[in-house]
């Protein structure tokens, strides 16, 4: 007991990296999935093949290729970033993809007539965009945005192969260098268990909280 | 860079991603193959009568979907060797994955299972059939015709989570690629190489699912 108490201070200082890493990358990645769903729409006769091909790519490779093609790779043609830069660089480019499929499903869920009926009252596009359809689609997304969120944080981990001071990498450097296996790895994971039910959590309290204005509209 | 260069070292590449390749691919199909029948085995633990074995199946499903499939696997392969029982990477890789992908098919499986009407299973008991036989040929033919399609997203995402066994000392694609760009200094062609083979993995795959599901549809 005494040996996992004491592994308390320097896991909670990777817990805090790890959140930082995967909210902040999770969180310009569901902007940036939003964007280009909202593109998408917009433009489609224009967008759908990039996007196509764009979510086609980033779905068909493991994120770990992403992220050595993004820290090892790119500083070939000049582009240089820190670890913790590649990672959160990378995982947003790679969770924009799933957040954009997320969204088209909740644009999709919406019944076609909504559209129409905007249409024929004058209701410009922009605003049925953002006072009819954003609403509806953002609460059908909910549950899938935050099973992303808890995908990004644990892909989070493979970050550590590239040295950002995560829980992962925390947990192996106390490893390597006590040689003590047990205490640390099984506090690794009841600290990624304890992050993902927090999430999944706090996704259910959400839409607790956006049910009831789902129902009046 | 000219282009006749990098093409020859492109194929100069070929032989050992090859290699790479082959490894994930037959990792990933031993996992999802012991998965598959380990998947069978927590879903019935946790539709069963007792408390105890429906409680364990959630805590199982819950541990190894709520971490990262590094962090399991970090943990089957070094927490035995640090008890004095060494296993080889690849097996501790086999094991990983297959442990952590019956969480998942345990999930994709139960809806399956759920979908069947219980007139059939009452309809197999009047036949004599055993409990045995019932799953066998009347519950698990239907359950892998409704769940195909997830099986196959679950087969694709077990040939890209097996990218992370090459922390684990297996030669899988993304070693071979990570011995590649520290031998030839060029990680960006190696690591987008390694990236296409994924990539043609999980598209050939994703075409085949397809394919398979066609047929199912037409004959049902």
């Known amino acids: 007991m005494n040996s996992f108490l004491s592994l308390i201070p320097r896991f909670a200082d990777a817990i805090l990296v790890t959140l930082e890493v995967s909210l902040l990358a999770a969180f310009i990645g569901a902007l940036g999935g939003f964007v280009l769903n909202a593109l998408r729409l917009r433009f489609p006769r224009w967008l759908a093949a990039p996007y196509r091909v764009y979510v086609w790519l980033v779905r068909g490779t493991p994120y770990l290729s992403q992220l050595v093609i993004v820290y090892f790779g790119l500083p070939v043609i000049g582009i240089t970033m820190t670890a913790v830069q590649a990672t959160i660089v990378s995982l947003a480019f790679y969770s924009a993809a799933y957040f954009a499929e997320i969204f088209r499903a909740g644009w999709a869920s919406i019944p076609r007539g909504h559209g129409e009926a905007a249409r024929a009252f004058g209701i410009s596009r922009w605003a049925a965009f953002r006072s009819i359809e954003m609403p509806q689609a953002i609460a059908f997304a909910i549950p899938l945005l935050a099973n992303q969120t808890i995908l990004v944080i644990k892909e989070s981990a493979v970050a550590s192969i590239i040295t950002v001071p995560e829980l992962t990498m925390t947990a192996s450097d106390i490893v390597s260098s006590t040689y003590t296996y047990i205490a640390p790895y099984a506090m690794l994971i009841v600290c990624y268990w304890l992050l993902t039910q927090c999430i999944a959590l706090a996704a259910q309290w959400a839409q607790v909280l956006i049910a009831p204005s789902r129902k009046t509209s | ?220």
């Open chain 2, 1 to 220: 860079m000219n282009p006749p260069d990098l093409l020859a070292r492109c194929l100069g590449y070929l032989p050992q991603l090859l290699d790479g390749a082959i490894t994930t691919l037959w990792l990933s199909a031993i996992a999802v193959a012991c998965g598959f029948f380990a998947g069978i085995f927590i879903y019935m633990m946790s539709a069963s009568k007792s408390r105890m074995l429906a409680t364990a199946a959630r805590v199982y499903v819950s541990l190894f979907r709520g971490t990262p499939v590094l962090a399991q696997l970090l943990v089957f392969y070094y927490v035995p060797s640090g008890l004095g029982w060494a296993i080889p990477g690849v097996v501790a890789a086999a094991v990983g994955l297959s442990m952590n992908t019956a969480a998942y098919q345990s999930q994709i499986l139960g809806a399956g299972f759920r979908a069947i009407p219980r007139g059939q299973i009452e309809a197999a008991q009047t036949f004599n059939l055993t409990r045995r036989q019932a799953l066998w040929h009347v519950e698990i033919p239907q359950v892998i015709a409704l769940t195909l399609p997830a099986l196959v997203s679950e087969m694709i995402d077990i040939v890209k989570a097996s990218a992370v066994v090459s922390v684990i000392a297996v030669t899988d694609l993304m070693r071979v690629g990570q011995q590649l760009s520290s031998v030839s200094y060029r990680p960006l062609e190696v690591y987008t190489l390694a990236a296409c083979f994924y990539l043609a993995i999980t598209s050939l795959l994703s075409l085949a699912g397809r394919g398979i599901e066609r047929r199912v549809a037409r004959r049902t």
